[in-house]
């Protein structure tokens, strides 16, 4: 199983930025994707997930900022993220959960910062 995430970077406060993670090796159509982030001195928390029937958690610190959709044709999950701020900082990690066994990709760095 890949999942291999784009899209990080550096970014204005007040800016936005999309990833996107394709995921391969897994029945793509019937999984939770999402995403999560990591802070530095922090533990691995929730961004948001969107299950097979487009059913979607987020954490509430990123509601009405940041959109998550997934494409089950191309096996990708995006995050838009709109009015980021510096307490988005984090690495963000794409996510699958495939019958009982979890997923990560390695992680894309994103850096709100003026």
């Known amino acids: 199983v890949q999942l291999q995430a784009s899209g990080g970077g550096l970014v204005q406060p007040g800016g936005y930025l999309r990833l996107s993670c394709t995921v391969s090796g897994i029945t793509f159509s019937v999984a939770t994707v999402g995403w999560y982030r990591q802070a530095p001195g922090k533990q691995r928390e929730l961004v948001a997930t969107?299950?097979?029937?487009?059913?979607?958690n987020s954490a509430e610190s990123v509601k009405g900022r940041f959109t998550i959709s997934r494409d089950n044709e191309k096996n990708e999950v995006d995050l838009q993220m709109n009015s980021l701020n510096p307490e988005d900082t984090a690495v963000y990690y794409c996510?699958?959960?495939?019958?009982?066994?979890?997923?990560w990709g390695k992680g894309t760095q994103v850096t709100v910062s003026s």
């Open positions: 969107i299950a097979n029937a487009f059913v979607i």
């Open positions: 996510f699958a959960r495939f019958g009982l066994m979890n997923y």
